[in-house]
């Protein structure tokens, strides 16, 4: 049987790994001797050439170069054309991978077969796919596409030993830049959120000295080098030089030679770091929402791990220690951590001899320890295009939120109109986005289900979506009547997708839901505090975004010891998610006063009214709160309760208005439960399912 690798197919440069006799994961190096490969192509010459030799012919300036296509993975437009072929960016990729298993091939002296391709968190369905066919094409069978961070996590956690920690990891390629946080346990690696922009590298700080050495050789010359392709890619290529010549010394010395004309320029590294901090801000700002997608601030990261070749600049260090307010570790080549995370998951799933068996996986000949199970998430949430509740705009209806464990699987049901017979088809438009408008976001694919079976009444079917462990999209949709499941086809996504902007041509005539008010009554005690909370707040927000607001108005109560209005009822989004973002947990749990506010919040006014609560814990005084539930449902106040963590499910019960207003979410369930929540609420419905 051939080997395991692991495989960084990185933008600028690849690179590949294996399990070595010693259970040490190592750089496999290519022909020319090289730990990493440049992922450039030249097709001069048949057949082409790839790595170091195609990026020299890339520095003379010759067009018959491909390079920097991973950012255009997946992208149907992108197609590059060389001696009257087309070339799609996966195309091109396999042309990388190919080589790099000859290599690895020729070094090991035997076939390589399987692999771990790693890809950055950020990439989306399309661009994996395009991952995944891209090493088949090279002959590669791939056991798993993996998260370039989780990757170096993985590298980097088999070097510790005991303690469990938070790591942060900011990775700055040569075109991406990710951020992920991660919990890093002596046996499992979760990761807890990822951020991140594809456009985003060490490419844009070539651009910016590029962009000034131009500006310089035109203000003494009068040639605009921006304006002549050949001379563009000398400064690109001397501007990538002084980039590094900055990364050891305080001054770069560069000198052009643009047709008849030689200028020399000095470039200081504190000009240099000036001219480019609105990059290093946009970086900022990706690590802040990684960190607030995983409930954490900065004191609770216990390191930060930095990978890519970019991070080698002095200033993003610097940077770094500053907003940590610790200097990142040290010790992980920011070259190779990927590729050799990837080729230890290669060797485990190959099944190769792990945990207790001798010699384990081990870097730097650190102490033994043993292997991780990795819990991955996908950094995209993954949603449907529907209909609002009052059938009057599309929306994206988000099914499985970003930063959802991997592999995932979600169903959301929706009610379909088969008129007798005429209408038995469904059509299914995949998003990839969090925004509530569809144009926004990906649209991934056009799925089309043939086969309802009509009734007299609206049928329900429920629609599955699932991220698989690659973080590849499945969908599948089921009549919930006659539990048959839909035939499936996938249709092109038509080019003009304008109409999803525009209110639906032939929907029936809007049934409109009666108005409604809402208040979410939350558990704020210190049993909630960390993750209880989080979870929480994610739930809230969800509910918001399955709220129609144009005829709901919900309002949050927060109770502990204290019981706060953190919003009265409104129409407000913005002002709702500012009051979920200020929700903190501390001292017990005062359901009663809660309760009463709530009451004489919704005392007014003859439209619907529901309170929504929910707990984790047994509230003080727990008689006098059921006393406080009992008043509202006789002023015709619909009472949902949820439970989590330590809640008494017969408690709840007996607050809600009936059995099926009550419901228990286990970890992880509670965005769902809120959701559906919302959903029944929105639709003026009663009688909650219980999903149990
Ligand atoms: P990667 O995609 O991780 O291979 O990173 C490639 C990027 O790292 C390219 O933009 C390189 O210019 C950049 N890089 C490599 N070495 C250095 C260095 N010593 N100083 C600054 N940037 C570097």
């Not at 730990?35 to 450039?40: A, E, F, K, L, M």
């Not at 890809?119 to 596409?145: H, K, N």
Request: hydrophobic share 40%; net charge negative; glycine share 8%.
């Amino acid at each position: 049987m051939g080997c395991a690798v692991g495989i960084d197919l990185g933008t600028t440069n690849s690179a590949v790994a294996r399990r070595n006799a010693f259970g040490r994961p190592e750089v496999i190096p290519n022909r020319d001797g090289g730990n990493i490969t440049p992922s450039v192509i030249y097709f001069g010459v048949d057949p082409p050439l790839v790595g170091q030799e195609a990026k020299e012919w890339a520095r003379l300036g010759d067009q018959e170069i491909a390079s920097f296509f991973k950012p255009h993975m997946g992208n149907p437009r992108y197609q590059l054309e060389f001696r009257g072929r087309s070339y799609s960016a996966s195309d091109l990729s396999a042309i990388v991978l190919g080589r790099l298993k000859d290599d690895a091939e020729g070094r090991l002296g035997e076939p390589v077969e399987r692999a771990v391709v790693t890809v950055p968190a950020y990439f989306a369905d399309p661009q994996r796919t395009a991952t995944l066919e891209a090493a088949r094409s090279a002959g590669l069978v791939v056991s798993r596409i993996l998260n370039e961070p989780t990757a170096a996590v993985l590298a980097y956690g088999l070097q510790k030993t005991g303690l469990a920690e938070t790591i942060l990891i900011y990775d700055l390629g040569g075109g991406t830049f990710d951020v992920t946080v991660a919990r890093v346990a002596p046996e499992e690696i979760t990761i807890l959120a990822t951020a991140g922009d594809h456009d985003l590298g060490g490419k844009n700080w070539d651009d910016r000295i590029a962009t000034y050495l131009a500006e310089r050789f035109a203000a003494e010359t009068g040639f605009d080098p921006l304006d002549d392709p050949v001379a563009l890619n000398e400064v690109l290529v001397r501007s990538e030089q002084a980039k590094w010549t900055l990364s050891d010394r305080a001054t770069a010395r560069i000198t052009l030679q643009l047709g008849s004309e030689r200028r020399t320029f000095e470039l200081a590294r504190s000009e240099f770091e000036a001219m480019t901090s609105p990059l290093m801000d946009r970086t900022r700002r990706l690590t802040e929402e990684a960190l607030g997608e995983a409930g954490l601030a900065w004191p609770r990261v216990d390191g930060v791990l930095l990978v890519g070749g970019s991070t080698r600049m002095p200033m993003v260090r610097g940077y770094v220690s500053q907003m940590a307010g610790k200097p990142p570790r040290m010790g992980v080549n920011v070259d190779e951590a990927v590729a050799l995370g990837a080729a230890i998951q290669a060797a485990l799933d190959a099944g190769e001899t792990i945990g207790d068996a001798v010699p384990r996986f081990t870097i730097a000949g650190t102490a033994p320890t043993p292997a991780k199970r990795v819990v991955d998430v996908m950094s995209h949430s993954l949603g449907v295009v529907a209909l609002n509740a009052t059938a009057t705009a599309y929306i994206n209806d988000i099914v499985i939120r970003r930063n959802t464990p991997i592999p995932a699987r979600e169903t959301r049901s929706y009610a379909h109109e088969t008129h007798g017979g005429s209408n038995t088809r469904l059509e299914v438009y995949l998003t990839q986005g969090e925004s509530d408008f569809p144009l926004d976001c990906a649209i991934l694919g056009k799925y089309v289900f043939e086969g309802v079976r009509p009734t007299d009444a609206r049928v329900t079917l429920d629609v599955g979506l699932s991220y698989d462990s690659n973080g590849v999209v499945q969908v599948s949709a089921t009549q919930r009547d006659t539990r048959h499941a839909l035939a499936m086809k996938v249709e092109p996504v038509p080019d003009d997708l304008s109409w999803l902007g525009r209110p639906p041509e032939s929907s029936a005539p809007a049934e409109q839901a009666e108005p409604c008010r809402v208040l979410l009554l939350l558990d704020g005690s210190s049993s909630m505090l960390g993750e209880p909370l989080h979870e929480a707040q994610t739930a809230a927000r969800e509910f918001l975004a399955r709220c129609d607001l144009t005829r709901m108005e919900v309002g949050l109560i927060s109770f502990s010891s204290t019981v706060v209005l953190q919003s009265s009822a409104t129409k407000n989004a913005r002002r709702l998610h500012a009051a979920i973002d200020r929700l903190e947990a501390m001292g017990s749990t005062n359901l009663t006063d809660a309760l009463e506010l709530a009451r004489s919040e919704l005392a007014a006014g003859d439209v619907a009214r529901y309170i929504v609560v929910l707990t984790d814990g047994y509230p003080d005084a727990a008689e006098s709160a059921v006393e406080q539930a009992q008043h509202a449902r006789k002023q015709g106040i619909e009472i949902v309760t949820i439970g989590m963590g330590d809640a008494d499910r017969d408690y709840l019960r007996r607050l809600a208005s009936s059995d099926q207003a009550s419901i228990f979410a286990r970890k992880g369930e509670l965005v769902g439960a809120f959701g559906h929540i919302a959903q029944v609420i929105s639709e003026g419905g009663r009688g909650l399912r219980v999903d149990s």
